[in-house]
């Protein structure tokens, strides 16, 4: 497996997100494609990791906390937080992906 910080397979935020299984495409969200289980190939690892930072930022993190009240404001179905926990989980893994794509192309700038 690749380190964390080579992004060469992932090109685009939607492939850091296939990878681990955070669907960003547009057209697809909140539609659920074929079967309920997660592919053998998703990293469970990481899919766990942020998952758990995602519901620990919407506990602690002031911004995410408004992001999360923000996702579940108005929504009364039972799933509303489990949506607004994977819209969170969404969020910051497209913030991750940005920053580590900066890291690898200006290392020198943020290890200063």
């Known amino acids: 497996m690749a380190p964390l910080h080579d992004l060469s397979c992932c090109r685009r935020t939607v492939h850091l997100s296939a990878w681990i299984h955070r669907w960003v495409s547009g057209?697809?969200?909140?539609?659920?494609?074929?079967?309920?289980?997660?592919?053998?190939?998703?990293?469970?690892?990481?899919?766990?990791?942020?998952t758990q930072a995602a519901r620990t930022a919407a506990t602690h993190?002031?911004?995410s906390r408004t992001y999360y009240q923000r996702k579940l404001a108005g929504r009364s179905d039972p799933h509303a937080k489990t949506l607004a926990l994977i819209a969170l989980a969404r969020h910051r893994t497209r913030r991750l992906y940005k920053l580590l794509r900066r890291v690898s192309t200006q290392p020198e700038e943020l290890v200063a």
């Open 27 to 50: 057209q697809h969200a909140g539609v659920s494609r074929g079967s309920s289980r997660l592919s053998r190939f998703t990293n469970k690892r990481l899919l766990r990791a942020v």
């Open 61 to 63: 993190e002031p911004e």
